[in-house]
């Protein structure tokens, strides 16, 4: 059975960090794309990050390109997203994905439960 459990969020104050993680078990995510969705209090669920966990390659959304970075640990077989400067619209539920295609485009086929972060001003 495959888990993504998300841990790391929190209530923090603009301009600082916080550092997400999920641990991901039940199969080998070798070949697959791994990423980070949010979805905002009223809005709809929208892309943060993703990486291809064979070759390492990144893409971000405009909206955090420069503060964000994605990663992650084979050995430990986590994924992060190391958050800086943080804005008071970076606020909402955080969530793990995974699936075999880009995120980006299609639909992940695993899902973390979340990680609420609030960032107050």
């Known amino acids: 059975q495959v888990q993504l459990v998300e841990s790391g969020g929190g209530l923090v104050q603009a301009g600082g960090s916080l550092r997400l993680s999920c641990a991901a078990s039940?199969?080998?995510?070798?070949?697959?794309?791994m990423g980070w969705f949010r979805r905002a209090p009223g809005k709809e669920r929208e892309f943060v990050a993703r990486?291809?966990?064979?070759?390492?390659?990144?893409y971000y959304a405009d909206s955090v390109k420069g503060r964000f970075t994605i990663s992650r640990d084979n050995a430990k077989n986590t994924l992060y997203l190391q958050m800086n400067s943080l804005k008071p619209q970076d606020t909402a539920v955080y969530y793990c994905?995974?699936?075999?295609?880009?995120?980006?485009?299609?639909?992940?086929?695993?899902w973390g439960q979340g990680t609420p972060v609030t960032v107050s001003s």
């Open positions: 039940g199969r080998t995510f070798s070949s697959y794309y």
């Open positions: 994905a995974a699936g075999r295609y880009n995120i980006r485009y299609r639909d992940p086929e695993y």
């Open positions: 990486i291809n966990w064979s070759d390492s390659s990144t």
